[in-house]
């Protein structure tokens, strides 16, 4: 990015009491007089930043007062969010593509598209793009209050610039700001905590927990000697089945084993409460397992020269779903 | 080299569980690694019991490295899986060894063993750094028309080596 400023030299200037479309339309007029100048930031009503080479700037900072604004330049390196940070773009998107992201567990909305993400994917082509087009401010935190429900606006960093835009956004939203790094450590969970019982914020949704099958029911139907029945109703909202498979929803064969793990937790036999599987031998799936189906479980302990064994069959309403064979090591052993 | 949006043209798995990063060696109907990278943040963690153990679950280190194992199976010029379902046939001799924790970069090493029509076996390891952190005997995987699956349907009268998931 330095180096595209250093390339292609330009500045940026903010103008107050301006809305969107006057400013679109001044620069539209500059650039079809040869100039190169464009629309960089909706940051507030009533506060556009343009972005462009030192004349085109200038050129549009010159008729803001006819337009009934004030035009700021603003101290920049560059004509940021700008076509002229084109050649940044290659260089950006190389270190991007090693980047590692990962899925947000709370939307993230992007400047760029003003749109929330929660893929890891989007994010190397968002930010490339951001390179050279405005960033919707305004409309981002419209999306945070309006559409996402955030009733609390967090500011981290100095401040409180965003703050102040974000107030002429959404009057009525609650905002903190946590500038100062011990302080942030201290207080912003007791902060954000009392913003919330205050009634800024509704209490935050863990929308993709729990994990796996963890809040499908699982029940001990019975137990005899080293035998037992288990059941488990699949629960259709468990949140794998959004990605397992967006065309069609079926259970993964491993979240099966992970049944069997879990009816052994409920049902091993006294010596094997504490045992955990050292090696899955054998897992067969014979029929898949979908969203709503009840699995039952039959399964037998047995001991041999080299330690316990734990065998299941499962089965749906539908028949037999899968075998599943398990080594397991136990506290004993393993001394 | 492929980049991550081919692993989303042949995967058909979807967040929260397209479980590849990135396939850093390729040689189609031979072998294969491809890298995931466990963050602390991810979804899973939010249920664990406590924070005494950040393990990595086992069998979605499994799962993960079986969709490694599915980017081997799939054929690269049948044109996307969006209407196809990867399905785990079976397993044999999966070891754990050791905690996965967050952090960790996990190598999946798959090798194709024989490829028979819409079935494939395939074995390997999974590494983090020089440590093995699971073996596989053997994952059979099937690819199937999602057309050919559904709730309502018979039980399928596929080959012994068909069905349920990966």
Same mark, same amino acid.
């Given at each position: 990015?330095?180096?595209?400023?250093?390339?292609?030299?330009?500045?940026?200037?903010?103008?107050?009491?301006?809305?969107?479309?006057?400013?679109?339309?001044?620069?539209?007029?500059?650039?079809?007089?040869?100039? =190169?100048?464009?629309?960089?930031?909706?940051?507030?009503?009533?506060?556009?930043?343009? #972005?462009?080479?030192?004349?085109?700037?200038?050129?549009?900072?010159?008729?803001?007062?006819?337009?009934?604004?004030?035009?700021?330049?603003?101290?920049?390196?560059?004509?940021?969010?700008?076509?002229?940070?084109?050649?940044?773009?290659?260089?950006?998107?190389?270190?991007?593509?090693?980047?590692? /992201?990962?899925?947000?567990?709370?939307?993230?909305?992007?400047? /760029?598209?003003?749109?929330?993400?929660?893929?890891?994917?989007? +994010?190397?082509?968002?930010?490339?793009?951001?390179?050279?087009?405005?960033?919707? +401010?305004?409309?981002?935190?419209?999306?945070?209050?309006?559409?996402?429900?955030?009733?609390?606006?967090?500011?981290?960093?100095?401040?409180?610039?965003?703050?102040?835009?974000?107030?002429?956004?959404?009057?009525?939203?609650?905002?903190?700001?946590?500038?100062?790094?011990?302080?942030?450590?201290?207080?912003?969970?007791?902060?954000?905590?009392?913003?919330?019982?205050?009634?800024?914020?509704?209490?935050?949704?863990?929308?993709?927990?729990?994990?796996?099958?963890?809040?499908?029911?699982?029940?001990?139907?019975?137990?005899?000697?080293?035998?037992?029945?288990?059941?488990?109703?699949?629960?259709?909202?468990?949140?794998?089945?959004?990605?397992?498979?967006?065309?069609?929803?079926?259970?993964?064969?491993? #979240?099966?084993?992970?049944?069997?793990?879990?009816?052994?937790?409920?049902?091993?036999?006294?010596?094997?409460?504490?045992?955990?599987?050292?090696?899955?031998?054998?897992?067969? /799936?014979?029929?898949?397992?979908?969203?709503?189906?009840?699995?039952?479980?039959?399964?037998? +302990?047995?001991?041999?020269?080299?330690?316990?064994?734990?065998?299941?069959?499962?089965?749906?309403?539908?028949?037999?779903?899968?075998?599943?064979?398990?080594?397991?090591?136990?506290? =004993?052993?393993?001394? | 080299?492929?980049?991550?949006?081919?692993?989303?043209?042949?995967?058909?798995?979807?967040?929260?569980?397209?479980?590849?990063?990135?396939?850093?060696?390729?040689?189609?109907?031979?072998?294969?690694?491809?890298?995931?990278?466990?963050?602390?943040?991810?979804?899973?963690? =939010?249920?664990?019991?406590?924070?005494?153990?950040?393990?990595?679950?086992?069998?979605?280190?499994?799962?993960?490295?079986?969709?490694?194992?599915?980017?081997?199976?799939?054929?690269?010029?049948?044109?996307?899986?969006?209407?196809?379902?990867?399905?785990?046939?079976?397993?044999?001799?999966?070891? /754990?060894?050791?905690?996965?924790?967050?952090?960790?970069?996990?190598?999946?090493?798959?090798?194709?063993?024989?490829?028979?029509?819409?079935?494939?076996?395939?074995?390997?390891?999974?590494?983090?750094?020089?440590?093995?952190?699971?073996?596989?005997?053997?994952?059979?995987?099937?690819?199937?028309?999602?057309?050919?699956?559904?709730?309502?349907? #018979?039980?399928?009268?596929?080959?012994?080596?068909?069905?349920?998931?990966?």
């Amino acid at each position: 990015m330095l180096d595209a400023t250093r390339r292609r030299t330009g500045t940026m200037a903010a103008l107050i009491g301006a809305d969107r479309d006057a400013v679109e339309s001044l620069t539209t007029k500059v650039r079809d007089s040869g100039g =190169e100048v464009w629309v960089a930031n909706v940051n507030a009503p009533g506060q556009i930043v343009v #972005s462009g080479t030192v004349s085109g700037v200038a050129q549009v900072a010159s008729m803001a007062s006819e337009h009934g604004f004030k035009a700021i330049d603003l101290a920049v390196g560059g004509a940021f969010h700008s076509p002229l940070m084109r050649c940044a773009r290659p260089a950006l998107a190389v270190a991007l593509d090693k980047a590692l /992201f990962n899925h947000a567990r709370v939307p993230v909305v992007a400047n /760029f598209d003003a749109r929330p993400h929660v893929e890891q994917r989007a +994010w190397p082509s968002l930010l490339v793009s951001q390179l050279t087009a405005p960033v919707r +401010w305004e409309e981002g935190i419209r999306v945070l209050c309006d559409e996402l429900g955030c009733g609390c606006l967090v500011e981290v960093g100095p401040g409180p610039h965003l703050l102040t835009m974000a107030r002429r956004i959404v009057p009525a939203s609650r905002r903190i700001i946590i500038n100062h790094p011990t302080a942030a450590q201290r207080d912003s969970a007791a902060t954000i905590a009392s913003a919330r019982a205050a009634g800024g914020d509704p209490p935050p949704t863990n929308k993709h927990a729990p994990w796996s099958l963890i809040h499908s029911t699982i029940k001990l139907q019975s137990r005899v000697g080293r035998t037992a029945v288990v059941m488990i109703d699949v629960d259709a909202a468990e949140p794998l089945f959004a990605g397992h498979f967006p065309a069609l929803p079926i259970l993964p064969g491993v #979240s099966l084993i992970e049944c069997v793990h879990r009816a052994m937790k409920l049902a091993a036999p006294q010596e094997l409460t504490d045992a955990e599987v050292s090696v899955v031998e054998k897992a067969r /799936f014979v029929d898949p397992v979908f969203p709503g189906d009840r699995v039952t479980m039959n399964l037998r +302990w047995d001991a041999d020269v080299d330690g316990w064994r734990c065998a299941a069959e499962l089965a749906t309403e539908r028949g037999a779903a899968a075998r599943v064979r398990l080594r397991l090591a136990t506290a =004993e052993a393993a001394r | 080299m492929t980049s991550a949006p081919t692993i989303e043209r042949i995967l058909p798995h979807r967040y929260p569980m397209l479980l590849i990063d990135r396939l850093v060696e390729f040689i189609a109907g031979e072998k294969l690694t491809a890298h995931r990278r466990v963050a602390g943040d991810e979804p899973w963690y =939010e249920s664990c019991d406590g924070p005494a153990d950040r393990a990595y679950p086992p069998l979605l280190l499994l799962e993960s490295w079986c969709q490694a194992a599915g980017l081997l199976a799939a054929s690269e010029d049948e044109g996307g899986m969006s209407a196809q379902a990867m399905l785990l046939g079976a397993v044999t001799n999966v070891t /754990f060894y050791g905690r996965v924790l967050p952090g960790d970069l996990v190598a999946h090493h798959v090798r194709l063993v024989r490829a028979l029509g819409d079935v494939t076996v395939l074995e390997g390891d999974a590494t983090v750094g020089n440590r093995l952190a699971l073996s596989v005997g053997q994952v059979v995987i099937a690819i199937r028309p999602i057309g050919d699956l559904s709730s309502t349907a #018979s039980p399928l009268s596929g080959t012994t080596e068909s069905s349920s998931s990966a």
